[in-house]
């Protein structure tokens, strides 16, 4: 089955770069979407097919996909961006697969 | 006003059923897939089920062995998702949450709060 591999954490500190990896076999042949769960709450879209912004994500979120990885960016990272991260996508056999999850901690 | 309100989580002994239930509102509900996701304890998230829009068309992850069946009614504006031969693996928190207009090559946009479900005896 088709697997979505991501780093268990990542840190950046306030107002830096946070790059968040998805790796998977030709994940550049397909469509990544990226969703942000905070502590506590329901995940939220981010980011859909690689690189579009659903209207109300901050522009400090972009993202892109090529080859065996996709990476959503954070760019200029504030202290509500600290929560898990999911990378998805649509596979031929399995419908859908998630990623692991990475945790951002912003210092 | 809330898109997607899950109900009908609780606790329930294992080998007992459940059934959840996911009532939308704000949008065209019968023109959308729609999917449940489940969320173990500190765990991440998994895929369980989808229901095409008009409900002739479902999928389900491999690992539930058919013991659940997603269904929905869209002249109430909301999908089900029945829960048989439960497992305390099945422990987790199941968010409903609203694809696309086809099937394939979904994401999921908006999401509901979630239901908890426990089970244990």
């Known amino acids: 089955s088709y697997e979505l591999t991501q780093p268990l954490s990542v840190s950046v500190a306030l107002g830096q770069t946070a790059s968040i990896s998805c790796g998977g076999h030709?994940?550049?042949?397909?469509?990544v979407h990226w969703y942000q769960q905070r502590a506590g709450q329901a995940p939220v879209l981010v980011i859909y097919?690689?690189?579009n912004r659903p209207r109300g994500v901050p522009e400090r979120f972009s993202a892109s996909n090529s080859g065996n990885a996709a990476t959503l960016t954070i760019s200029g990272a504030q202290a509500e961006d600290e929560a898990d991260y999911f990378c998805?996508?649509?596979?031929?056999?399995?419908?859908?697969?998630f990623g692991g999850g990475t945790k951002l901690t912003v210092l | 006003q809330v898109p997607l309100v899950e109900s009908g989580g609780g606790v329930v002994q294992p080998g007992r059923s459940l059934r959840l239930s996911c009532a939308a509102s704000?949008?065209?509900?019968?023109?959308?897939?729609m999917h449940w996701v489940r969320q173990a304890p500190g765990k991440g998230l998994q895929w369980v089920a989808l229901?095409?829009?008009?409900?002739?068309?479902?999928y389900y992850a491999d690992a539930l062995g058919g013991r659940f069946t997603i269904s929905r009614d869209n002249s109430q504006n909301t999908v089900y998702l029945q829960m048989d031969s439960l497992r305390p693996e099945d422990t987790a928190v199941y968010f409903c949450?609203?694809?696309?207009?086809?099937?394939?090559?979904?994401?999921?946009?908006?999401w509901g709060q979630g239901t908890r479900v426990t089970v244990s005896s």
């Open positions: 949450a609203r694809g696309n207009v086809l099937v394939e090559n979904n994401w999921f946009d908006p």
């Open positions: 704000g949008f065209t509900f019968s023109s959308f897939v």
């Open positions: 229901i095409s829009d008009d409900g002739g068309t479902t």
């Open positions: 030709n994940i550049g042949y397909k469509n």
């Open positions: 097919r690689d690189d």
């Open positions: 998805q996508v649509w596979d031929s056999r399995a419908a859908v697969v």
